[in-house]
């Protein structure tokens, strides 16, 4: 069994060699690990710490950005690398403690796919803690994952969880979502957490508004990424019902009525208009059907492969 440990870094020199000590004190004790960095950009100095520290390891490894692109693309870069069994991410700012390694471990091995953390007695002030509150809570009611904080940093994976999702975006605030339409078992942790001892929160208030669009995507995309015509076909008939119907009426108070067309003009050209988004919507859902039908094969959809062992 490998374990690996997957760790975005952003200006955290500081952090990184308490870090390190922490890692291979919880690490040691398994007999094939390995430890993946992703260097986000930093302009602080971390960079070269962590080539240093790859350079003269076997167990730590980096990779490097050309510039900050942000968590999730960290995580998915790190997920690609990553060749363990069990996957384990962590931030780099010491407030997730790796002393829980092992509890994330156990329960990987009791048969859950992913393990969250939830940093119940959180150490961080209020302005960080009460949104999360209310984004944990909408995240839950839309998605129907019973967990209580899809954001912690502190999470443990099968192998099998990470090859199957792709992260961009800020989409990494929502693995376990993702993790839940693809049926994963998945269950949290009561999780230490600890005071940020070095730099300052790269939290910022507009994640939250973020967040929002990132939920909406995720939902959209996992009722109608396979057939989008469903969606966009129902709307473009709508449109075109109620304008072939307004049409109609038009004809009706020209040739019953004996109205002129230029009587009820804006009927007329509300109901052509209505008839053209029609087609417009009816065409995007059946383009959209093309597009899905060519990335059929690109999509991992096993999750499992059993025989008969010889």
């Known amino acids: 069994?490998?374990?690996?440990?997957?760790?975005p870094v952003f200006n955290e020199l500081e952090s990184l060699p308490e870090l390190k000590i922490e890692l291979i004190k919880n690490l040691k004790s398994y007999k094939n690990w390995e430890v993946i960095f992703i260097d986000d950009g930093s302009s602080d100095g971390s960079t070269e710490w962590l080539i240093d520290l790859a350079t003269n390891s076997e167990n730590f490894k980096l990779i490097q950005f050309y510039r900050n692109y942000g968590k999730s693309a960290a995580l998915n870069e790190g997920f690609k690398s990553a060749s363990g069994d069990y996957v384990i991410t962590l931030d780099a700012d010491l407030q997730d403690d790796p002393n829980e390694f092992n509890n994330l471990i156990e329960c990987l091995k009791?048969?859950?796919d992913l393990v969250s953390g939830w940093k119940k007695n959180?150490?961080?002030?209020?302005?960080?803690r009460l949104p999360s509150k209310v984004f944990n809570f909408v995240t839950r009611l839309l998605t129907g994952v019973k967990i209580h904080d899809?954001?912690?940093?502190?999470?443990?994976?099968?192998?099998?969880v990470i090859k199957s999702i792709d992260i961009y975006g800020g989409r990494h605030r929502y693995i376990p979502a993702l993790a839940g339409q693809r049926k994963f078992k998945i269950t949290e942790i009561i999780v230490n957490h600890r005071a940020r001892k070095f730099g300052i929160t790269k939290y910022g208030g507009s994640r939250l508004f973020h967040g929002f669009f990132d939920i909406i995507t995720i939902l959209f995309l996992n009722r109608f990424n396979q057939q989008p015509l469903h969606l966009f076909g129902s709307f473009?008939?709508?449109f075109f019902v109620i304008g072939f119907f307004s049409e109609l009426l038009?004809?009706?108070?020209?040739?019953?009525l004996g109205d002129p067309f230029s009587k009820h003009i804006a009927?007329?050209?509300f109901g052509v208009m209505l008839i053209v988004?029609?087609?417009?919507?009816?065409s995007m859902g059946l383009l959209g059907e093309l597009i899905t039908r060519s990335n059929q094969d690109n999509e991992n959809r096993v999750k499992h492969f059993y025989e008969k062992s010889s």
């Open 122 to 128: 959180r150490l961080d002030p209020l302005n960080k």
């Open 110 to 112: 009791k048969g859950w």
């Open 267 to 269: 009927l007329l050209i």
């Open 236 to 238: 473009g008939i709508g």
């Open 150 to 160: 899809f954001n912690c940093g502190l999470k443990a994976y099968r192998k099998s």
């Open 1 to 7: 069994m490998k374990i690996s440990v997957v760790i």
């Open 277 to 282: 988004v029609g087609i417009q919507f009816f």
């Open 250 to 256: 038009v004809l009706y108070y020209k040739y019953n």
